[in-house]
């Protein structure tokens, strides 16, 4: 189970629209629970650095990046919990690349962007044996103003 706000959401589908046509990435900082649940408390969007010819379908974070990244969120007593990226003109879907490059117990979102429009999300979790991405029951936390 995956919890955000809908202000996390809404950000991550800005940041998608705002590097269409390319993915765009980022990360999820926040908390592990002892159920396997996992609660955003904030996103962290990060520079897509692949090759201009792959942006449309690659996203690329220096490993120097995510290194920085995690260390500031422990800092501030948070984990990287899992990532988020965009598929432009396709599906909210793993890709066999996605499979390839993730990790057990992350969060995978994905937002479907059409035309500069994020028309789709889905948040995906990997099996323990690397073998598949299931969908992830995901709760979206309304917050009092």
């Known amino acids: 189970m995956l919890e955000l706000e809908r202000e996390h959401l809404d950000a991550i589908k800005a ?3 705002a590097d269409y046509p390319h993915e765009c990435g980022g ?3 926040g908390h592990f629970a002892a159920d396997n649940a996992k609660t955003v408390i904030e996103t962290l969007p990060m520079n897509n650095t692949a090759d201009i010819e792959r942006r449309h379908d690659r996203v690329l974070i220096e ?3 995510l290194m920085l990244a995690d260390k500031k969120a422990r ?3 948070l984990d990287v919990i899992g990532y988020y990226h ?3 003109d396709d599906e909210a879907v793993p890709s066999q690349f996605d ?3 993730a990790l057990p117990v992350w969060s995978y979102i994905i937002v479907s962007v059409r ?3 994020a028309v789709d999300w889905n948040s995906w979790e990997m099996e323990n044996d690397r073998s598949k991405f299931n969908k992830e029951p995901t709760e979206i936390r309304v917050t009092s103003e």
């Open 15 to 17: 940041h998608a629209e």
């Open 27 to 29: 990360l999820l900082l």
């Open 63 to 65: 490993p120097r990046a």
């Open 75 to 77: 800092e501030r007593g």
């Open 86 to 88: 965009s598929h432009p």
């Open 99 to 101: 499979l390839d490059h």
């Open 115 to 117: 035309s500069g429009k």
